[in-house]
C-alpha cells in the first residue's frame, strides 16, 4: 500500500472515531461551541470543560505558554487539544486521530483566536457572535477535521466541463455521483468495485480538494 493510500484510510478511520468537538474561551473557561458526533456520548460540557482547563492551566504553569498539541486520555477517549491566544480547541476520539486530523485541532484553534480573538478580553459570555456565524464555523470544523468524508458529497456545477481530463478512476467516481445527484463517501466505496478502496478514498479527497467535488454538512 502506498503511503498516500494508506494516509487516506487513517483519514477516514479517525474521523468516524470522533466523537465530540469542543471551543473554550480561556479567561471564563466556557465553551464558545460544542459538538457531539455521538447521541448519548456521557459527557456534560458544562463539568468538563473546568477540568480540560486545569490540565491546561497546569501545563502553563509549568512550560509557559503551551505550544503546539496535547493528547491526554479522559474517561476513555483521546483528547487531543490545542492552544491559540483566547481559546483552546478539543477533539474527544476513540483512538488517536490522524496527523492531519491533528493538524486541523490546532488550526481550528488559530482560527478562533483570528476571527474571534479581538474582543475576547471583554467577553461577557454572550453566544449571540458564535450562534450568527455558527453555520461558518461548522464549516471550518468540518473541513479542518475531515468529518464531511461522513456526509454526503456532490458535484461542483464545471466538474463535467473537465470529465475529458480525469484519470479513468476519478471519472469512475464523477459517473456515480453525477447519477446519484448526492451520495456518500461509504456508499462510493461499497459500489465502485474496480479499485481498492484506499485509492477511491485517496482519489475523492483530492478532487474534493480541487473542488471538483463539494461536501456538504447539513444532510
Same mark, same amino acid.
Given at each position: 500500500?502506498?503511503?498516500?493510500?494508506?494516509?487516506?484510510?487513517?483519514?477516514?478511520?479517525?474521523?468516524?472515531m470522533?466523537?465530540?468537538?469542543?471551543?473554550?474561551?480561556?479567561?471564563?473557561?466556557? +465553551?464558545v461551541?460544542?459538538?457531539?458526533?455521538?447521541?448519548?456520548?456521557? %459527557?456534560?460540557?458544562?463539568?468538563?470543560?473546568?477540568?480540560?482547563?486545569?490540565?491546561?492551566?497546569i501545563?502553563?504553569?509549568?512550560?509557559?505558554?503551551?505550544?503546539?498539541?496535547?493528547?491526554?486520555?479522559?474517561?476513555?477517549?483521546?483528547?487531543?487539544?490545542a492552544?491559540?491566544?483566547?481559546?483552546?480547541?478539543?477533539?474527544?476520539?476513540?483512538?488517536?486521530?490522524?496527523?492531519?486530523?491533528?493538524?486541523?485541532?490546532?488550526? %481550528?484553534?488559530?482560527?478562533?483566536?483570528?476571527?474571534?480573538?479581538?474582543?475576547? /478580553?471583554?467577553?461577557?459570555?454572550?453566544?449571540?457572535?458564535?450562534?450568527?456565524?455558527?453555520?461558518?464555523?461548522n464549516?471550518?470544523?468540518?473541513? /479542518?477535521?475531515?468529518?464531511?468524508?461522513?456526509? +454526503?458529497?456532490?458535484?461542483? +456545477?464545471?466538474?463535467?466541463?473537465?470529465?475529458?481530463?480525469?484519470?479513468?478512476?476519478?471519472?469512475?467516481?464523477?459517473?456515480?455521483?453525477?447519477?446519484?445527484?448526492?451520495?456518500?463517501?461509504?456508499?462510493?466505496?461499497?459500489?465502485?468495485e474496480?479499485?481498492?478502496?484506499e485509492?477511491?478514498?485517496?482519489?475523492?479527497?483530492?478532487?474534493?480538494?480541487?473542488?471538483?467535488?463539494?461536501?456538504?454538512?447539513?444532510?
Amino acid at each position: 500500500m502506498t503511503e498516500k493510500k494508506e494516509k487516506a484510510r487513517y483519514l477516514f478511520q479517525s474521523a468516524f472515531m470522533i466523537r465530540k468537538i469542543l471551543v473554550v474561551h480561556h479567561e471564563t473557561s466556557l +465553551p464558545v461551541y460544542e459538538m457531539n458526533l455521538e447521541e448519548n456520548i456521557g %459527557l456534560d460540557s458544562s463539568m468538563i470543560t473546568g477540568v480540560l482547563q486545569a490540565i491546561s492551566s497546569i501545563g502553563m504553569e509549568m512550560i509557559g505558554a503551551p505550544t503546539g498539541v496535547k493528547k491526554i486520555e479522559y474517561y476513555g477517549f483521546v483528547v487531543t487539544s490545542a492552544y491559540s491566544g483566547a481559546y483552546t480547541s478539543y477533539v474527544f476520539s476513540e483512538t488517536e486521530l490522524d496527523a492531519e486530523i491533528v493538524k486541523g485541532v490546532s488550526n %481550528l484553534a488559530k482560527w478562533f483566536d483570528v476571527i474571534f480573538g479581538y474582543d475576547s /478580553e471583554q467577553w461577557d459570555g454572550s453566544m449571540d457572535l458564535f450562534n450568527e456565524y455558527k453555520d461558518t464555523i461548522n464549516e471550518k470544523v468540518f473541513q /479542518e477535521l475531515y468529518l464531511w468524508l461522513l456526509y +454526503p458529497i456532490e458535484l461542483a +456545477p464545471d466538474t463535467m466541463n473537465d470529465y475529458e481530463k480525469f484519470s479513468s478512476i476519478n471519472k469512475k467516481i464523477v459517473d456515480f455521483i453525477n447519477s446519484k445527484g448526492k451520495t456518500t463517501v461509504m456508499q462510493l466505496v461499497d459500489k465502485i468495485e474496480d479499485f481498492d478502496d484506499e485509492t477511491l478514498l485517496s482519489n475523492i479527497i483530492e478532487l474534493v480538494k480541487k473542488e471538483k467535488i463539494i461536501t456538504n454538512i447539513n444532510d
